[in-house]
């Protein structure tokens, strides 16, 4: 201390010097300028004055802050006396690395490292599964289809849904294609295969609706209103509104986008122009395609589908007039050996065809030709929610795969 103020006073004396003045005049001159000066209102008062470290309390949250912050951590602007984003949301420094020269303390260095692995990560997850979505859908590209046939709007929500073994077996094999019932309306296997592109704009619109929310929260916490109570009227204003329109939208889109919609007048076209697509391989797999046929012409359309068909899959568990016409159709335009029957066994019964089922068939199919029909058994009723389920659906495609491989073999033999 004693040899700054040597230096100081030789400095002052090499100025006064230069000036032609006397070095103790200037001293006592300085000394009555500094007694005359007014004592400093508690106002005018810098915020270190009255504190030996340096520092000020946020009047926010009540944080210590060094005196040469502008921003509290909460938001607080000083200059200002008003609420704003806290350095640390806008990916700069907060006050107390403002208070270290710029440099960003381990901890901050951990947070923005964290946060920006979050996004990365988040980013990464959603597009990587797009991409391989997309890749295999391409890969699993097939030149055949099979026609699945069936009763239909026959309603019974504990039945082991076909459809979804239909998914799983036909990969790489065909395509199935069924027309549309009051059960089985749409497939949103094939809707989500089509939307694919739709996807990243649906994340772009949510991650514009939490900006909405952070922005919303923002304004009620300039308006007075407690950070946390802000943050969470912010979510609920902005977030579950357009959230509930979003999932609406996409619904939708999945439920339109899982058929194809037929009119009378171009039912047939539609139907041949998309079968002359899939045997030239520019459709990828999507899973059950379903036609939205209209009552008067889905004759002409089974049997437009029938007479193309690599294979065709006809459930027999309940035998109609409609289902009869089917089966007599499918075999005027292919061998028995084409065609695979399908049977819902009841629980506890031998997986076999029932005396009343096998006397209804006989009535339009020959006994040699029933005799050459491929069968395949399932379960009538759906096991319930589990590992089980999951085992009986991954057992059962297999087979089904396995069948229906055979019937196109025997079919181009």
Excluded at 138 to 157: G, N, Q
Excluded at 237 to 247: C, F, Q, R, S, Y
């Amino acid at each position: 201390m004693c040899a700054k103020l040597v230096v100081a006073n030789e400095l002052v004396g090499c100025i006064l010097r230069r000036w032609r003045m006397p070095k103790e005049k200037f001293w006592l001159s300085t000394l009555d300028a500094l007694k005359n000066l007014p004592a400093p209102t508690q106002s005018e008062q810098s915020p270190g004055e009255n504190d030996p470290m340096g520092s000020v309390k946020c009047p926010h949250c009540g944080l210590i802050n060094p005196a040469i912050a502008e921003r509290c951590d909460c938001g607080f602007d000083f200059p200002t006396k008003t609420l704003k984003k806290p350095y640390h949301n806008l990916g700069q420094a907060s006050s107390y690395t403002l208070s270290r020269g710029g440099h960003m303390s381990l901890a901050d260095q951990v947070r923005a490292k964290r946060r920006r692995a979050a996004k990365i990560g988040l980013l990464a997850g959603i597009l990587i599964p797009l991409v391989g979505f997309w890749i295999y859908f391409r890969m699993t590209r097939a030149d055949k289809y099979a026609i699945w046939l069936r009763r239909f709007h026959r309603s019974e929500p504990t039945r082991l849904r076909f459809n979804m073994l239909l998914n799983r077996a036909c990969p790489g094999l065909c395509v199935p294609v069924t027309v549309q019932d009051s059960v089985f309306k749409t497939s949103y296997y094939s809707s989500a295969s089509r939307m694919l592109l739709f996807y990243p704009i649906a994340i772009i619109l949510g991650v514009l609706d939490l900006l909405l929310a952070q922005r919303m929260s923002d304004v009620l916490a300039n308006l007075g209103v407690g950070i946390r109570l802000a943050g969470y009227l912010g979510q609920v204003v902005a977030v579950v509104p357009l959230g509930l329109l979003l999932w609406y939208a996409v619904k939708k889109q999945m439920v339109r986008r899982g058929y194809v919609a037929l009119t009378p007048d171009n039912a047939i076209e539609e139907v041949d122009v998309t079968l002359e697509k899939i045997t030239q391989r520019k459709l990828g797999f999507r899973g059950v395609m379903v036609f939205k046929c209209p009552d008067e012409v889905w004759h002409q359309v089974v049997s437009l589908g029938i007479s193309r068909a690599s294979a065709v899959i006809i459930d027999v568990s309940d035998l109609t007039e409609n289902v009869l016409w089917e089966l007599r159709t499918s075999l005027e335009k292919h061998r028995p050996e084409s065609v695979l029957l399908t049977f819902g066994v009841p629980k506890d019964a031998r997986e076999e065809l029932p005396r009343t089922a096998r006397a209804e068939l006989e009535k339009v199919v020959s006994s040699d030709s029933l005799s050459r029909l491929r069968v395949f058994y399932y379960p009538a009723e759906q096991p319930p929610l589990g590992p089980s389920r999951g085992r009986l659906y991954t057992n059962l495609s297999k087979r089904l795969s396995t069948e229906l491989a055979a019937c196109m073999e025997d079919a181009s033999a």
